[in-house]
């Protein structure tokens, strides 16, 4: 697999593109988590007074709601984003007839779609500041900048690796409806895994977005808990599996 400087080229187009409906894309970032900030972190946040350690529920909740929102932002880019460049546009074939390469092109749609996670999880950490939760130190803020850039590739991989079997949109459905609204409400984001069945808690154990909040959490509260480590070696190892063999799917897919 050879990946150039050319990537740059590729990410700078999707930059160029999205300065178009950039505003139109800001609120569309904010609506759905903010919505979750709102009804969760103040409405039943209320109830809950007490049960994290001292802290108010919003502590828990908005390192979860910044991870899912860019998991959410990345796998629709590389989703339905992809899919129409792909097959509607026709812009994949125009940029492999320049000295673009197809892995030029899948990675650099890849790491725009991180971007745009990471602008959609910056959004909701800046409304998060807003309501004072903010991260335990300046170098916790830096990392869980790093922690942000990693899971947005992470999850713009494995909806690469959807889009280049997808025969069409009615496709994505079975992804989105099968895998990312169960990792949604069962990897921790909203609840803790501690009273959860036996059965539900290994479950979570093989969805990545589970390892992903449990060290956004850590990250963001400056603290680490029992099986951190496991979280960041399970998280990086499936980032990587995940794009080396999401831009080769995608180059078999463009190129046959």
């Given at each position: 697999m050879k990946i150039s400087y050319r990537?740059?080229?590729?990410?700078?187009?999707?930059?160029?593109?999205y300065k178009r409906y950039v505003l139109t894309t800001?609120?569309?970032?904010?609506i759905q988590p903010l919505f979750y900030l709102i009804t969760f972190g103040i409405g039943m946040g209320a109830y809950m007074t007490g049960a994290f350690g001292g802290k108010s529920y919003l502590h828990f909740l908005v390192p979860g709601v910044i991870i899912s929102?860019?998991?959410?932002t990345a796998t629709f880019e590389c989703l339905f984003g992809t899919f129409v460049k792909m097959v509607h546009e026709r812009l994949y074939d125009s940029l492999v007839a320049t000295p673009v390469s197809a892995e030029d092109a899948i990675t650099g749609d890849i790491l725009w779609a991180s971007f745009r996670g990471l602008i959609s999880g910056g959004l909701m950490m800046i409304v998060a500041s807003f309501m004072g939760i903010l991260p335990a130190s300046v170098f916790s803020l830096l990392l869980l900048i790093v922690v942000m850039v990693l899971v947005g590739i992470l999850f713009a991989s494995l909806a690469m690796i959807v889009t280049s079997y997808a025969p069409n949109f009615d496709f994505f459905n079975y992804y989105t409806e099968l895998v990312v609204t169960p990792m949604l409400f069962f990897s921790g984001v909203f609840f803790p895994l501690d009273n959860f069945p036996a059965w539900m808690k290994t479950m979570a154990q093989f969805m990545p977005l589970t390892h992903a909040v449990k060290i956004a959490r850590a990250v963001y509260s400056g603290t680490s808990p029992a099986g951190l480590l496991f979280s960041v070696l399970v998280g990086l190892a499936l980032g990587a599996i995940a794009f080396v063999f999401g831009v080769k799917?995608?180059?078999k897919r463009l190129i046959k």
């Amino acid at each position: 697999m050879k990946i150039s400087y050319r990537v740059y080229h590729v990410f700078a187009r999707n930059l160029i593109s999205y300065k178009r409906y950039v505003l139109t894309t800001f609120i569309a970032s904010l609506i759905q988590p903010l919505f979750y900030l709102i009804t969760f972190g103040i409405g039943m946040g209320a109830y809950m007074t007490g049960a994290f350690g001292g802290k108010s529920y919003l502590h828990f909740l908005v390192p979860g709601v910044i991870i899912s929102s860019i998991m959410m932002t990345a796998t629709f880019e590389c989703l339905f984003g992809t899919f129409v460049k792909m097959v509607h546009e026709r812009l994949y074939d125009s940029l492999v007839a320049t000295p673009v390469s197809a892995e030029d092109a899948i990675t650099g749609d890849i790491l725009w779609a991180s971007f745009r996670g990471l602008i959609s999880g910056g959004l909701m950490m800046i409304v998060a500041s807003f309501m004072g939760i903010l991260p335990a130190s300046v170098f916790s803020l830096l990392l869980l900048i790093v922690v942000m850039v990693l899971v947005g590739i992470l999850f713009a991989s494995l909806a690469m690796i959807v889009t280049s079997y997808a025969p069409n949109f009615d496709f994505f459905n079975y992804y989105t409806e099968l895998v990312v609204t169960p990792m949604l409400f069962f990897s921790g984001v909203f609840f803790p895994l501690d009273n959860f069945p036996a059965w539900m808690k290994t479950m979570a154990q093989f969805m990545p977005l589970t390892h992903a909040v449990k060290i956004a959490r850590a990250v963001y509260s400056g603290t680490s808990p029992a099986g951190l480590l496991f979280s960041v070696l399970v998280g990086l190892a499936l980032g990587a599996i995940a794009f080396v063999f999401g831009v080769k799917r995608m180059k078999k897919r463009l190129i046959k």
